[in-house]
């Protein structure tokens, strides 16, 4: 999950950093790349320049999924519409939030985006940024025999228990982790198969899901929990994006990590605790 970079002054997408940005994650391990996400500031980017950074991510050759974080289901299928036409089958997939706790309106929604983009679908369960929760079971209705929908984004407390009642009732479907991966041992052991981070140290998740598939389950969770302060340090809503950011920037990674209204900056009290959580500027990188 990629944050947008901007310059030092917040005017332009820094399309240069974006690209070893993409690089850098790929090379940590991960397999693929979201833009445009909730850490994108997808609503404080124009439309030629979210069809940019989709753009130069997708010249760093990383398999690129979009979320579409439009408002209402109108707005969605007619960002989807736009982007199949622009860039066709080079986007892999989309990640879409439910936005609805009707089981049938977001099938239809589902088949719909499915028939515009012509592409698979990551199902977003999120309702701490969305503001809609929906049942298990009926998030299980809507997605079931569905072959369009690539997997479930799973973020809704406890995730562990609804990964566990998803994977009853649609072992077809696979099941994501999310939220930093600070549940991802528990997420795994009940079924989940993929996770997604967005923090700014992915290599944790990497290994640790390796650990896990290798059979040493405490190995897996000693590495979660040798990251966990860090991670939750970075996935507080609020300050989240702008934190997350700066860990980049000090990583040598993004030139700068200015965000735009209405996202709040790093600010300088914020310092002390990155440098107590390991992220020490690195310089000569940028």
Known sequence: MLATPFTADGTDVDHRSLRRYCDEVIGRGCSAVVVLGVIGEPGALSPPERS??????????????????????????????????????????YLVPVLTSDPQELRAELDRLHTIGGRRIVVQDYPA????????DDL?????????VAAVKC??????????????????????????????????????????????RPEVA??????????????????????????????????????????????????SGAVRAPTTPYEPYLAPLSDAHGFTVTGGRV
Not at 64 to 69: E, G, I, K, P
Request: aromatic share 4%.
């Open 52 to 93: 940019a950074v989709i753009e130069t991510a997708l010249t760093t050759g990383a398999e690129v999924h979009v979320a579409t974080m439009a408002a209402t289901r109108e707005e969605r299928c007619a960002e989807v519409a736009a982007l199949a036409q622009r860039f066709g089958d080079r986007i892999a997939g």
């Open 206 to 255: 990497v290994k640790a899901v390796q650990s896990w598939l290798d059979g040493d389950e405490r190995a897996a969770r000693r590495l979660v929990a040798a990251s966990a302060a860090a991670t939750g340090f970075e996935i507080q809503q609020g300050t989240s994006i702008a934190i997350r950011k700066e860990h980049w920037r000090r990583q040598g990674v993004l030139t």
């Open 140 to 148: 299980a209705r809507a997605v079931a025999g569905a072959p369009h």
């Open 155 to 200: 973020e809704a407390p406890p995730t562990f228990g609804r990964i566990r009642r998803l994977r009853e009732l649609v072992p077809e479907v696979a099941l994501m982790s999310g939220l930093g991966g600070l549940s991802l041992v528990d997420d795994l052991s009940q079924g989940a198969g993929l996770v997604a981070s967005g923090t700014s």
């Open 129 to 136: 940024s969305s503001g809609v929760r929906i049942s298990v």
